[in-house]
T-cell receptor, first 116, second 114 residues
Framework: DAGITQSPRHKVTETGTPVTLRCHQT?????MYWYRQDPGHGLRLIHY???????DKGEVSDGYSVSRSKTEDFLLTLESATSSQTSVYFC???????????????FGPGTRLTVT | SQQGEEDPQALSIQEGENATMNCSYK?????LQWYRQNSGRGLVHLIL?????REKHSGRLRVTLDTSKKSSSLLITASRAADTASYFC??????????????FGKGTKLSVIP
């Protein structure tokens, strides 16, 4: 593992409440990503970061926001959770994009979120 | 939308047999990667093949890439029960401004029966 932790690992929340998931890395990787994994859809990119305070939207960003105030932490916030956001959320990191060997992404263990 | 689509969705084989999974994608790529996911865990990188490569080996893994057909295959030889996992292909799409994104397929679930 590349020293990636996610918290919490499991969460149950009610519709309409805000939720923040945290990804923490100890590898000083520049790039960080949030994906969601749903049956029949594989992994879909929500948001990503290419540096501190540099973030951009992915394929399924509606209803989500992110922040990255320091290299090691990437936060994903569900502003007002809905049942459609029930999913498993994965954080990933990547060292850089400067060489072919740096294209590998390292994944955290995932957070299982249930919105009731 | 998904860039890569794996085939088959599920595959069950006996230990010792070879397992072949296929991935098709839609647009031009720079590189294609394969990842493995054990049940309840995060994905783990297996191998990367560049768009100008046709075949690559890593241990019991063999990956081929046919850019004219926009397809790749992953072969696992002499499978073991520990190979039981889901396998995903991922293609890249440089987005400019120093960013980099992977687009994952839906995966093939491999079961290796002891």
């Amino acid at each position: 593992d590349a020293g990636i932790t996610q918290s919490p690992r499991h969460k149950v929340t009610e519709t309409g409440t805000p939720v923040t998931l945290r990804c923490h890395q100890t590898e000083n990787h520049r790039y960080m990503y949030w994906y969601r994994q749903d049956p029949g859809h594989g992994l879909r990119l929500i948001h990503y970061s290419y540096g501190v305070k540099d973030t951009d939207k992915g394929e399924v960003s509606d209803g989500y926001s992110v922040s990255r105030s320091k290299t090691e932490d990437f936060l994903l916030t569900l502003e007002s959770a809905t049942s459609s956001q029930t999913s498993v959320y994965f954080c990933a990191t990547q060292t850089s994009i400067s060489t072919i060997s740096s294209y590998e992404q390292y994944f955290g263990p995932g957070t299982r979120l249930t919105v009731t | 939308s998904q860039q890569g689509e794996e085939d088959p969705q599920a595959l069950s084989i006996q230990e010792g047999e070879n397992a072949t999974m296929n991935c098709s994608y839609k647009t031009s790529i720079n590189n294609l990667q394969w990842y493995r996911q054990n049940s309840g865990r995060g994905l783990v990188h297996l191998i990367l093949i560049r768009s100008n490569e046709r075949e690559k080996h890593s241990g019991r893994l063999r990956v081929t890439l046919d850019t004219s057909k926009k397809s790749s295959s992953l072969l696992i030889t002499a499978s073991r029960a520990a190979d039981t996992a889901s396998y995903f292909c991922a293609t890249d799409a440089n987005s400019g401004a120093g960013s980099y994104q992977l687009t994952f397929g839906k995966g093939t679930k491999l079961s290796v029966i002891p």
